[in-house]
Nanobody, 118 residues
Framework: QVQLVESGGGLVQAGGSLRLSCVAS????????MGWFRQAPGKERELVAS????????YTADSVKGRFTISTVNAKNSVYLQMNSLKPEDTAVYYC???????????WGQGTQVTVSS
């Protein structure tokens, strides 16, 4: 069973940067996509960014476009989220997720807290 472990969260001032990492305990390069989700208190979980293992195509949500960048290192079964120009509204628990089957993300990490102060 593949497990995903996130790291890199923390407390940062508005305008600052953080880099989140997600490492899988097993091979993930055959999966369809990897993604980063976030969930703020009282809100639904939302997709922030995703990337295809096969061709590297990416998606970023409008709320983070131009500020966040997703990337992978296939040989390390890892995915990263570079977050720049952070805003207080980016405060949330960020989850790494993997899609090994069509239509759904079926592997999830435990989450890492990102807090952006005003």
């Amino acid at each position: 069973q593949v497990q995903l472990v996130e790291s890199g969260g923390g407390l940062v001032q508005a305008g600052g940067s953080l880099r989140l990492s997600c490492v899988a305990s097993g091979r993930t390069s055959s999966w369809y996509r990897m993604g980063w989700f976030r969930q703020a208190p009282g809100k639904e979980r939302e997709l922030v960014a995703s990337i295809s293992w096969s061709d590297g195509s990416t998606y970023t949500a409008d709320s983070v476009k131009g500020r966040f960048t997703i990337s992978t290192v296939n040989a390390k079964n890892s995915v990263y989220l570079q977050m720049n120009s952070l805003k207080p509204e980016d405060t949330a628990v960020y989850y790494c997720a993997g899609k090994s089957v069509p239509h759904q993300y079926n592997y999830w990490g435990q989450g890492t807290q990102v807090t952006v102060s005003s």
